[in-house]
């Protein structure tokens, strides 16, 4: 994933006076995705927390680097796809999409796994998620567009994000129905009654 990113970097850096307004900012996005996947695996990675708590995953049993397969495809393909077609906003939508949520989930981990701290992850999370809401700004008042495509951008991502969550589920095996199972035990025990 890291070496696509730096293909693309490499790119992007040798033609920035070519690149449309749309495709530097999804190279910015880009680049605070790379360093949010980093600062997310350091101990007691982000990811852990929602699996192996969440979830119920034995992380120890895990092949390393399994579990990041899933997420590495995902990435790969939805920035490298807005990158190619910068004219297609809806896919530099779901890619700015990607960067709020991800500020979100990490800021209600804090509060669902009642971290006395910030989360692994937090710091790039959260300046990525105020990136991206700075580059849609930067977009409205640049770029005339019909707002339907804010609508393709969300189901976009709401797909991508969903293909993403199976293959990671098929990359782990086990029931999908158990998995369901322990996050709904999890979820009623934090808040429930």
């Given at each position: 994933?890291?070496?696509?990113?730096?293909?693309?970097?490499?790119?992007?850096?040798?033609?920035?006076?070519?690149?449309?307004?749309v495709?530097?900012?999804?190279?910015?996005m880009?680049?605070?995705?790379?360093?949010?996947?980093?600062?997310?695996?350091?101990?007691?990675?982000?990811?852990?927390?929602?699996?192996?708590?969440l979830?119920?995953?034995?992380?120890?049993?895990?092949?390393?680097?399994?579990?990041?397969?899933?997420?590495?495809?995902?990435?790969t393909l939805s920035?490298?796809?807005a990158?190619?077609?910068?004219?297609?906003?809806?896919?530099?939508?779901a890619?700015?999409?990607?960067?709020?949520?991800?500020?979100?989930?990490?800021?209600?981990g804090?509060y669902m796994?009642?971290?006395?701290?910030?989360?692994?992850?937090?710091?790039?999370?959260?300046?990525?998620?105020?990136?991206a809401?700075?580059?849609?700004i930067v977009?409205?008042?640049?770029?005339?567009?019909?707002g339907?495509?804010w609508?393709w951008?969300?189901?976009?991502?709401?797909g991508q994000?969903?293909?993403?969550e199976?293959?990671?589920?098929?990359?782990?095996?086990?029931?999908?129905?158990d998995?369901?199972?322990?996050?709904q035990?999890?979820?009623?025990?934090r808040f429930?009654?």
């Amino acid at each position: 994933m890291t070496l696509v990113f730096l293909g693309w970097a490499v790119w992007a850096a040798c033609n920035w006076s070519d690149l449309v307004l749309v495709q530097k900012l999804v190279m910015g996005m880009y680049s605070w995705m790379i360093l949010h996947e980093y600062d997310e695996g350091y101990k007691d990675m982000f990811l852990e927390l929602m699996a192996g708590r969440l979830l119920g995953i034995d992380w120890r049993a895990l092949t390393p680097g399994k579990t990041h397969i899933a997420q590495a495809s995902y990435i790969t393909l939805s920035f490298s796809a807005a990158l190619i077609w910068p004219e297609q906003l809806w896919l530099t939508f779901a890619v700015l999409i990607l960067g709020i949520f991800e500020g979100f989930v990490h800021n209600w981990g804090i509060y669902m796994f009642r971290l006395k701290g910030i989360t692994p992850g937090w710091c790039t999370a959260v300046g990525m998620c105020a990136y991206a809401i700075w580059a849609i700004i930067v977009i409205n008042r640049a770029i005339d567009y019909d707002g339907i495509q804010w609508l393709w951008g969300v189901l976009c991502f709401i797909g991508q994000f969903f293909c993403m969550e199976v293959f990671f589920q098929l990359m782990l095996g086990g029931s999908l129905n158990d998995r369901v199972t322990s996050a709904q035990r999890f979820l009623k025990e934090r808040f429930g009654k």
